[in-house]
Nanobody
Framework: QVQLVESGGGLVQAGASLRLSCAASGRTFSSYAMGWFRQAPGKEREFVAHISRSGGIIYYQNSVKGRFTIFRDNAKNTVYLQMNSLKPEDTAVYYC?????????????????????WGQGTQVTVSS
């Protein structure tokens, strides 16, 4: 089992950057594929980005490609989401999630059901 704690959210203006962090407990972090999801008010939770155990396989939602970067530091048990050129439509609660099976099929990694463990979320608000 792994516990996840997100941090780094905040209120920024459009065009700014934020870096979200997700710290995982336990000594098996490197065995989990990790994902970032977000949920805006009144909307369903949606996939943002995924990274495999080693970092060699990465997926992004189309709307964040070229602006967001997911990366991980297995020595620090942490996965990050660097968000640049933020837009008001990026406003949401951002969640990190862990997949113990390390599924890498694109159709699966974008689905919430693939991930067994979730953090509590961190709020990102982008003003226009």
């Amino acid at each position: 089992q792994v516990q996840l704690v997100e941090s780094g959210g905040g209120l920024v203006q459009a065009g700014a950057s934020l870096r979200l962090s997700c710290a995982a407990s336990g000594r098996t972090f490197s065995s989990y594929a990790m994902g970032w999801f977000r949920q805006a008010p009144g909307k369903e939770r949606e996939f943002v980005a995924h990274i495999s155990r080693s970092g060699g396989i990465i997926y992004y939602q189309n709307s964040v490609k070229g602006r967001f970067t997911i990366f991980r530091d297995n020595a620090k048990n942490t996965v990050y989401l660097q968000m640049n050129s933020l837009k008001p439509e990026d406003t949401a609660v951002y969640y990190c999630a862990a997949d113990p099976r390390s599924i890498t099929q694109a159709t699966d990694v974008i689905a919430s059901r693939t991930y067994d463990y979730w953090g509590q979320g961190t709020q990102v608000t982008v003003s226009s």
